[in-house]
Structure formats: structure tokens, C-alpha cells
């Protein structure tokens, strides 16, 4: 689960990290109100969408010459009219794809002096096991491209989780940044700060770009992107509460509320199928008859009548779906469960593509029965190969 700017900056900022005073806003005139809270006389007026690149991003609405997501205001006035500009427009980003995303809140902040702008990063590093912190002197800019061009200018450090942050990995960041002296320090201890902030939220990510030196000779974090585990976030209702639906794919929202795993992918033919490795295998074997998969669905083991039925109607309802392949061995999930969800979900839903279902297991015959009983035009199939077989065929006969 990802979180805003302003509730990142107001969560590391009890850790300790240094962030420049601001107020979310919602409203034109809440955003006045917050720049109006500031000692001034620089505010920055940020759009809050899940997704960075906001600076460089253009407005739909608003024509290629109108500044992005990100601005300077040295009056109220002009901070009326950043407000103005972004709230309900639509925000595109290297990040958001085409499409974009409404602006439905703000951020008024401080303006700073920035001398320089660093990049620093907390992450999981799969291959070492540990928590890595990535810094770079190259901030404020697309961090993959630095990494690709200028691979030297990137710095990792792993932690030991045995011993945790260390007064040493301080130094070594501080090292990374090039700073000597007072800002040796605080780069020390805003890593400190980030490290304990990481550990204590269960977050998976936390990015710092940039992480400015501002002219008065502070360091200050003026971007933050903080993302959490999903699966220990039942350890943090406090942060749960920072979830912002809007932000969320809308398919993707509905499948959580049943506790389905449902991932959306780029092919055609949509997949529900009962346990994760089930349906890689599912995926696998489309791929391997000539198509893709529309989606990755895992109803899990014990599903309702009514989850394989929401699940039923996730599918139906993207409109990239050109057939069906449900593949379901019934072990915990009896057969004739899944096969009254099926007919139930068809028949409420006007199934209007081929669907081809393989069922396998505890009351298959009864399944079976019911499939084929139902008057709709559902194809049975026998096993994996069989069925995959069957729908590239289906799909590939009506389109
Ligand atoms: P994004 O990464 O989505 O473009 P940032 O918050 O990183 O958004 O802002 C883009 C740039 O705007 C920063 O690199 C920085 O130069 C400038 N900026 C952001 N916040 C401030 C601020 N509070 N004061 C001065 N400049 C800022
Ligand atoms: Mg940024």
C-alpha cells in the first residue's frame, strides 16, 4: 500500500526526519488557509497522486505551456491560482501512463533554498535479505536514468539486521552524499531517522528525492514516496487509515474487499483459478497455447459461493476479456461450490464470451452436472493442457 507526500513527510517526521512545515488541502480555499499558516515567503503548491514526476508532468485540461504539479508561489494569490490550476484536473507523469490522474488534493509547503539535491532510498534487497539503502549526489532527477548512465554515481549499503543501523552506515551514506563536516551529521542521522521509520512501519519502500541541502546548510527532505507491506499491514491499523481508494485500481479495490488475489495483466483470456502456484501454471499454459492472460486470480482454498461469484464478475467486467479459463481443483473448495458460483455469475452477468472451465477434485461429477445442466455454453474440460487448448481455440473462432 502506497501513501501521499504529506502523509509520508508527517509519518518520518516522527522518526525525526527534517521536513519543512505543510498542510494537506482539499479545497481552493484550504489551500489559501495552509499557505496563509506559513511564515512565507516562498510556498510550494504539490498535487498529491500516488505516482512521482509530478514537476515535469503536464495537465490535461490545461494545454502543453502550463506549468506541472509542483509549484512556486510567492503570493497567496499565486498560490490561489496553483490551486486553482490542479485541483480536479487530470495530472500526466512519466509514472501515471496516459491516462493520468485527478489532482483531489494538494500539498502547501515551504519553499526552500535548495544548493544541492541528493537521492536516498530504503528498500528490501531480496538478494542479500537485508534492508538496503541506496544514495545517490545525483537527486531530484530520474533515478533510473542515473543508474543506467552513471552506475558509479549510485551507492548501496546493505544493514546487517543482527545489528541493526549502525553509527558506521551513517558515516558510510554521509560518504556516498560527499559531505563533511555538520552535514556528515545530519546525513547520518536522517538515514538513522529512515532506517528506524522503515523497521517501525513494515514499510517495503521508502525513497527521499530529493533529499536537498538547502542553502542555509540543512539537509531537508522535500520529496517522500513511502510504501508498506500489505501483508503486515494488519500490525498498523494507525496506517491503514492513510489508504486513498481513489488511487487504487478500481478492479483491484473490488477483488481486496472479497480477499481475492487479483492482479490485472495485458492479454485476453481471464483466469480464475484456486491457489497462487495453480494459477502461475494456468498462466504458463496460455502462454504456451499462443495467448495471454487478461489476469491473475487466485480465489484461494475455502472460497464462498458469493467470492467465486465477485470473482466471476471482476473478470466479466474488463472489457479486454475476450474468453474464460477457470481452473479449479476442488481439495478444500468443493467442485459443486465453484460450479454454482460459475452458473450464478454467467447468469447474473450476461456472459457474452466462450467460457471453458476444468474442474478437478471433491464433487467433480456433481460440478459437471451442474455445468452442464445450467443451458449456458460452457465447455468442460478434462485437465490443464486440454483446457487451455480449448479456449485459444473458442476465442480465436469468434474474433
Ligand atoms: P516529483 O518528484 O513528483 O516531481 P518533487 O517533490 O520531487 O516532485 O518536486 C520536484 C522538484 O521541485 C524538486 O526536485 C525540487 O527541485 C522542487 N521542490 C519540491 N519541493 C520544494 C520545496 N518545498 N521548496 C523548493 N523546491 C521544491
Ligand atoms: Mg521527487
Given at each position: 500500500m502506497n501513501i501521499h507526500e504529506y502523509q509520508a513527510k508527517e509519518l518520518l517526521a516522527k522518526y525525526g526526519a527534517p521536513i519543512a512545515a505543510g498542510h494537506a488541502a482539499f479545497t481552493v480555499e484550504e489551500a489559501v488557509a495552509a499557505a496563509g499558516k506559513l511564515p512565507g515567503p516562498l510556498y510550494v503548491v504539490k498535487a498529491q497522486i500516488h505516482a512521482g514526476g509530478r514537476g515535469k508532468g503536464k495537465f490535461k485540461e490545461l494545454g502543453p505551456d502550463a506549468k506541472g504539479g509542483v509549484r512556486l508561489a510567492k503570493t497567496l494569490d499565486e498560490v490561489k491560482a496553483a490551486a486553482t490550476d490542479m485541483l480536479g484536473n487530470t495530472l500526466v507523469t512519466i509514472q501515471t501512463g496516459p491516462a493520468g490522474k485527478q489532482v483531489n488534493r494538494l500539498y502547501v509547503t515551504d519553499g526552500a533554498d535548495i544548493a544541492k539535491e541528493f537521492y536516498l532510498a530504503l528498500l528490501v534487497d531480496r538478494a542479500t535479505g537485508r534492508i538496503a539503502m541506496v544514495a545517490s549526489t545525483e537527486g531530484g532527477m530520474d533515478i533510473e536514468e542515473v543508474a543506467h548512465s552513471t552506475p558509479e554515481k549510485i551507492h548501496t549499503i546493505a544493514i546487517d539486521p543482527?545489528?541493526?543501523?549502525?553509527?558506521?552506515?551513517?558515516?558510510?551514506?554521509?560518504?556516498?552524499?560527499?559531505?563533511?563536516g555538520d552535514l556528515a551529521k545530519q546525513a547520518a542521522k536522517v538515514a538513522s531517522s529512515l532506517y528506524a521509520a522503515f523497521l517501525g512501519t513494515d514499510a517495503s519502500q521508502i525513497e527521499i528525492n530529493p533529499l536537498a541541502v538547502t542553502e542555509q546548510g540543512n539537509l531537508l527532505v522535500l520529496d517522500a514516496k513511502v510504501g508498506f507491506d500489505g501483508n503486515a499491514l494488519f500490525r498498523h491499523p494507525d496506517l491503514m487509515e492513510l489508504r486513498d481508494e481513489t488511487e487504487e485500481d478500481p478492479a483491484e479495490?473490488?477483488?481486496?474487499?472479497?480477499?481475492?488475489?487479483?492482479?490485472k495483466l495485458d492479454g485476453d483470456i481471464g483466469c480464475m483459478v484456486n491457489g497462487a502456484g495453480l494459477a502461475m501454471a494456468t498462466m504458463d499454459i496460455i502462454k504456451l497455447n499462443g495467448m495471454f492472460p487478461a489476469n491473475f486470480l487466485d480465489v484461494g482454498g475455502g472460497a464462498s459461493k458469493?467470492?467465486?461469484?465477485?470473482?466471476?464478475?471482476?473478470?466479466?467486467?474488463?472489457?479486454?476479456?475476450?474468453?474464460?479459463?477457470?481452473?479449479?481443483?476442488?481439495?478444500?473448495?468443493?467442485?459443486?461450490?465453484?460450479?454454482?458460483?460459475?452458473?450464478?455469475?454467467?447468469?447474473?452477468?450476461?456472459?457474452?464470451?466462450?467460457?471453458?472451465?476444468?474442474?478437478?477434485?471433491?464433487?467433480?461429477?456433481?460440478?459437471?452436472?451442474?455445468?452442464?445442466?445450467?443451458?449456458?455454453?460452457?465447455?468442460?474440460?478434462d485437465d490443464l493442457g486440454d483446457a487451455a487448448k480449448k479456449i485459444v481455440a473458442q476465442v480465436k473462432a469468434v474474433s
Amino acid at each position: 500500500m502506497n501513501i501521499h507526500e504529506y502523509q509520508a513527510k508527517e509519518l518520518l517526521a516522527k522518526y525525526g526526519a527534517p521536513i519543512a512545515a505543510g498542510h494537506a488541502a482539499f479545497t481552493v480555499e484550504e489551500a489559501v488557509a495552509a499557505a496563509g499558516k506559513l511564515p512565507g515567503p516562498l510556498y510550494v503548491v504539490k498535487a498529491q497522486i500516488h505516482a512521482g514526476g509530478r514537476g515535469k508532468g503536464k495537465f490535461k485540461e490545461l494545454g502543453p505551456d502550463a506549468k506541472g504539479g509542483v509549484r512556486l508561489a510567492k503570493t497567496l494569490d499565486e498560490v490561489k491560482a496553483a490551486a486553482t490550476d490542479m485541483l480536479g484536473n487530470t495530472l500526466v507523469t512519466i509514472q501515471t501512463g496516459p491516462a493520468g490522474k485527478q489532482v483531489n488534493r494538494l500539498y502547501v509547503t515551504d519553499g526552500a533554498d535548495i544548493a544541492k539535491e541528493f537521492y536516498l532510498a530504503l528498500l528490501v534487497d531480496r538478494a542479500t535479505g537485508r534492508i538496503a539503502m541506496v544514495a545517490s549526489t545525483e537527486g531530484g532527477m530520474d533515478i533510473e536514468e542515473v543508474a543506467h548512465s552513471t552506475p558509479e554515481k549510485i551507492h548501496t549499503i546493505a544493514i546487517d539486521p543482527a545489528t541493526g543501523f549502525m553509527p558506521h552506515h551513517g558515516r558510510r551514506i554521509a560518504a556516498a552524499l560527499s559531505l563533511t563536516g555538520d552535514l556528515a551529521k545530519q546525513a547520518a542521522k536522517v538515514a538513522s531517522s529512515l532506517y528506524a521509520a522503515f523497521l517501525g512501519t513494515d514499510a517495503s519502500q521508502i525513497e527521499i528525492n530529493p533529499l536537498a541541502v538547502t542553502e542555509q546548510g540543512n539537509l531537508l527532505v522535500l520529496d517522500a514516496k513511502v510504501g508498506f507491506d500489505g501483508n503486515a499491514l494488519f500490525r498498523h491499523p494507525d496506517l491503514m487509515e492513510l489508504r486513498d481508494e481513489t488511487e487504487e485500481d478500481p478492479a483491484e479495490l473490488e477483488a481486496s474487499k472479497y480477499d481475492l488475489a487479483y492482479i490485472k495483466l495485458d492479454g485476453d483470456i481471464g483466469c480464475m483459478v484456486n491457489g497462487a502456484g495453480l494459477a502461475m501454471a494456468t498462466m504458463d499454459i496460455i502462454k504456451l497455447n499462443g495467448m495471454f492472460p487478461a489476469n491473475f486470480l487466485d480465489v484461494g482454498g475455502g472460497a464462498s459461493k458469493e467470492k467465486v461469484t465477485a470473482a466471476f464478475k471482476i473478470i466479466l467486467a474488463d472489457p479486454a476479456v475476450k474468453g474464460i479459463l477457470v481452473n479449479i481443483f476442488g481439495g478444500i473448495m468443493k467442485c459443486d461450490i465453484i460450479a454454482e458460483g460459475i452458473v450464478a455469475a454467467a447468469k447474473e452477468v450476461n456472459l457474452s464470451v466462450p467460457l471453458v472451465v476444468r474442474l478437478e477434485g471433491t464433487n467433480v461429477h456433481m460440478g459437471k452436472d451442474i455445468l452442464a445442466s445450467s443451458g449456458l455454453p460452457i465447455v468442460s474440460a478434462d485437465d490443464l493442457g486440454d483446457a487451455a487448448k480449448k479456449i485459444v481455440a473458442q476465442v480465436k473462432a469468434v474474433s
